[in-house]
């Protein structure tokens, strides 16, 4: 499923999509749920689920670790 959001890409959403690619991210409960980037919750409590809604970040196949989608990696390449 592709996703396209209209929203735009703040600079610390792309920060967030950043560290989800890099495997930085873990979520504090399902999709959509606060995000802990390098074990401290992130101060923006929405940013996970912004991302979620936009496609751009998914579960990924571990417990509480969110992947970016390829619509995240277009964002970024796109900076």
Same mark, same amino acid.
């Given at each position: ?9 703040s600079h610390r959403d792309r920060a967030v999509l950043r560290a989800v690619a890099g495997g930085r991210c ?6 959509? %749920?606060?995000?802990?980037?390098? =074990? +401290? ?9 912004? #991302? @979620?809604? *936009?496609?751009?970040? %998914?579960?990924?196949?571990?417990? =509480? +670790? ?9 964002? #970024? @390449?796109? *900076?």
């Amino acid at each position: 499923m592709t996703t396209t959001t209209h929203e735009p890409i703040s600079h610390r959403d792309r920060a967030v999509l950043r560290a989800v690619a890099g495997g930085r991210c873990r979520r504090s409960g399902e999709i959509g %749920t606060p995000l802990l980037v390098d =074990g +401290v919750y992130c101060a923006d409590q929405l940013v996970g689920h912004r #991302l @979620a809604v *936009a496609g751009l970040i %998914t579960d990924g196949p571990g417990a =509480g +670790v969110p992947t970016i989608t390829d619509g995240g990696r277009a964002v #970024l @390449a796109a *900076a």
